[in-house]
T-cell receptor, first 116, second 109 residues
Framework: NAGVMQNPRHLVRRRGQEARLRCSPM?????VYWYRQLPEEGLKFMVY????????ESGMPKERFSAEFPKEGPSILRIQQVVRGDSAAYFC??????????????FGPGTRLTVT | EDQVTQSPEALRLQEGESSSLNCSYT??????LFWYRQDPGKGPEFLFT???AGEEKEKERLKATLTKKESFLHITAPKPEDSATYLC??????????FGKGTKLTVNP
């Protein structure tokens, strides 16, 4: 049973470029969550998606950041015109049902974005 | 604003030395309190969910408890392989989890 997959694992971008982070949830999971983790800080919720729908994007910066979870294919977190402050580890998690009901969400290994 | 605070930030134990990690929360309408373990360079791994005050859950050397204001992760007779960062998260009225900064546990042999 493959777990949550994220790619790339490491991504280096220069300021002003675009970063695309991909997340394939576990088989049978239709709920995807994106988190950002800065050094010495906790996980910060960014966005919650179900297939083809954004349910809660209250943790997403209003500009430059977008997320999608199409009917087919992985979930994508897109960061346009990256700045140094975007450097962080980005984690994706998936669950079969809402976390509270299932009691858990499964995290991927993360994508470490470095902006130079 | 919902908030989760974990203490201590870092904890060093000798193998076999039991201790507890604390998670204080102010989460409006708490519906679930979650504990995760995170190893360096990896994603968090689910450990427990607690739903109501007084609830306890155990897994090997770990036991999680919940009161109306805080949760504890008790580690009994830890081993070096228990070394990791332990994250606590709370879920209130929305679908998002609010996490603390974590406690980095080091268990020396």
């Amino acid at each position: 049973n493959a777990g949550v997959m994220q790619n790339p694992r490491h991504l280096v971008r220069r300021r002003g470029q675009e970063a695309r982070l991909r997340c394939s949830p576990m088989k049978g999971h239709s709920h995807v969550y994106w988190y950002r983790q800065l050094p010495e800080e906790g996980l910060k919720f960014m966005v919650y998606l179900q297939k083809e729908n954004i349910i809660d994007e209250s943790g997403m910066p209003k500009e430059r950041f977008s997320a999608e979870f199409p009917k087919e294919g992985p979930s994508i977190l897109r960061i346009q015109q990256v700045v140094r402050g975007d450097s962080a580890a980005y984690f994706c998690a998936s669950s079969r049902v809402q976390p509270l009901l299932s009691g858990e969400q499964y995290f991927g290994p993360g994508t470490r974005l470095t902006v130079t | 604003e919902d908030q989760v605070t974990q203490s201590p930030e870092a904890l060093r134990l000798q193998e076999g030395e039991s201790s507890s990690l604390n998670c204080s929360y102010t989460v409006s309408g708490l519906r679930g309190l979650f504990w995760y373990r995170q190893d360096p360079g990896k994603g968090p791994e689910f450990l427990f969910t607690l739903y109501s005050a007084g609830e306890e859950k155990e897994k090997e050397r770990l036991k999680a408890t919940l009161t109306k204001k805080e949760s504890f992760l008790h580690i009994t007779a830890p081993k070096p392989e228990d070394s990791a960062t332990y994250l606590c998260g709370g879920q209130g009225g929305s679908e998002k989890l609010v996490f603390g900064k974590g406690t980095k546990l080091t268990v020396n042999p």
